[in-house]
């Protein structure tokens, strides 16, 4: 008897919902940790959707990463099977795109972690420093060594709270050809001054970004090495974040 789950059927923190697997479907107990470290595991392997097929993975000019621009046109989500023995793979569907081999799953095995003999989900506390990856073909990975860490449950979880933090606004503007530096901060200039009329002081609530070379597409990507010295457009963004719902209405 085995399961196959993929990221579209999580409703609920994905980490958590292997092992509930592992529970109500396939008679784990819940003190069983050493195989519900397992299907944590999967969870965290799979929880950043097509990251373990290469999202992430490709690093032109690197070797090991170089990942063609083609084969991530299919890229597929990852999914897992859970054995009834405990056994876990990630696969993904045959025939995708994408890469799914031991670099990807080492990679996504560390994102976003910071004790790898600690690691926090709502279930348990992983220790996956003896993790290891068996590739089975090249659309199935096994993995081995996933242990309840030295202390196994949590003593607290992150709990997100909406918290009230004011009203943004923004705005955007493209400049182009000669010294367009210039106008955008001449833009910015006039943004704050007029802000500052209505509301003096508002001023530090305003932060502002001249961003982007190219972005208006003015030259050719085949001559980005001649952007530096020749016609160049860029793009000035302006933020606020107010306390005031007419303050941001009013800076837009």
Same mark, same amino acid.
């Given at each position: 008897?085995?399961?196959?789950? @993929?990221?579209?059927?999580?409703?609920?923190?994905?980490?958590?919902?292997?092992?509930?697997?592992?529970?109500? #479907?396939?008679?784990?107990? !819940?003190?069983?940790?050493?195989?519900?470290?397992?299907? @944590?595991?999967?969870?965290?392997?799979? #929880?950043?959707?097509?990251?373990?097929?290469?999202?992430?993975?490709?690093?032109?000019?690197?070797?090991?990463?170089? %990942?063609?621009?083609?084969?991530?046109?299919?890229?597929?989500?990852?999914?897992?099977?859970?054995?009834?023995?405990?056994?876990?793979?990630?696969?993904?569907?045959?025939?995708?795109?994408?890469?799914?081999?031991?670099?990807?799953?080492?990679?996504?095995?560390?994102?976003? %972690?910071?004790?790898?003999?600690?690691?926090?989900?709502?279930?348990?506390?992983?220790?996956?420093?003896? &993790?290891?990856?068996?590739?089975?073909?090249?659309? =199935?990975?096994?993995?081995?060594?996933? =242990?309840?860490?030295?202390?196994?449950?949590?003593?607290?979880?992150?709990?997100?709270?909406? =918290?009230?933090?004011? !009203?943004?606004? !923004?705005?955007?503007?493209?400049?182009?050809?000669?010294?367009?530096? =210039?106008?955008?901060?001449?833009?910015?200039?006039?943004?704050?001054?007029?802000?500052?009329?209505?509301?003096?002081?508002?001023?530090?609530? %305003?932060?502002?970004?001249?961003?982007?070379?190219?972005?208006?597409?003015?030259?050719?990507?085949?001559? %980005?090495?001649?952007?530096? &010295?020749?016609?160049?457009?860029?793009?000035?963004? &302006?933020?606020?974040?107010? #306390?005031?719902?007419?303050?941001?209405?009013?800076? &837009?």
């Amino acid at each position: 008897m085995s399961l196959t789950y @993929t990221r579209s059927h999580w409703a609920f923190d994905g980490r958590c919902l292997y092992s509930c697997s592992q529970v109500y #479907e396939l008679g784990c107990n !819940w003190d069983d940790l050493e195989q519900l470290a397992q299907g @944590t595991l999967a969870g965290h392997l799979l #929880e950043c959707g097509g990251q373990l097929t290469g999202g992430f993975f490709m690093h032109p000019g690197d070797k090991h990463r170089d %990942i063609s621009f083609q084969c991530l046109l299919n890229l597929p989500l990852s999914y897992a099977e859970i054995s009834y023995q405990g056994e876990i793979c990630v696969a993904k569907a045959d025939g995708s795109g994408g890469v799914l081999n031991f670099g990807t799953c080492a990679q996504q095995l560390l994102y976003e %972690i910071t004790d790898p003999s600690a690691y926090i989900t709502p279930d348990m506390v992983l220790d996956m420093r003896d &993790v290891t990856f068996k590739p089975l073909s090249s659309t =199935k990975i096994l993995y081995t060594g996933a =242990k309840p860490s030295t202390i196994s449950t949590p003593e607290k979880i992150l709990q997100l709270v909406p =918290k009230e933090s004011g !009203w943004k606004g !923004w705005g955007e503007i493209s400049y182009g050809g000669y010294e367009c530096v =210039k106008r955008a901060r001449a833009a910015e200039y006039l943004v704050r001054c007029w802000m500052e009329e209505s509301y003096p002081g508002i001023n530090s609530r %305003i932060i502002s970004y001249i961003i982007g070379l190219d972005s208006l597409k003015a030259v050719s990507s085949d001559s %980005i090495t001649s952007i530096a &010295v020749g016609c160049r457009d860029i793009r000035l963004r &302006v933020d606020g974040l107010f #306390e005031a719902e007419e303050h941001a209405i009013k800076f &837009v």
